[in-house]
């Protein structure tokens, strides 16, 4: 038995799975960006008040 999906199936099963990973991909960048921005935001707070302390430190 062969199987052969050459017409309007075969357009609909690869845009189902071309849209599946998209969904996919999409979704874990957003998933990384989420994840990944706090480790680089939180250490720049740290580096901002140290700076901000030796500001006011050698101001007076």
């Known amino acids: 038995m062969e199987s052969n999906f050459g017409g309007p199936l075969g357009t609909l099963v690869a845009g189902l799975g071309m849209g599946g990973y998209y ?16 480790f680089f935001i939180i250490p720049l707070t740290w580096l ?13």
């Open 48 to 60: 901002q008040d140290a700076m901000a302390k030796r500001k006011a430190a050698r101001q007076g």
């Open 23 to 38: 969904i996919g991909l999409v979704w874990i960048n957003v998933l990384l960006g989420v994840v990944l921005t706090p």
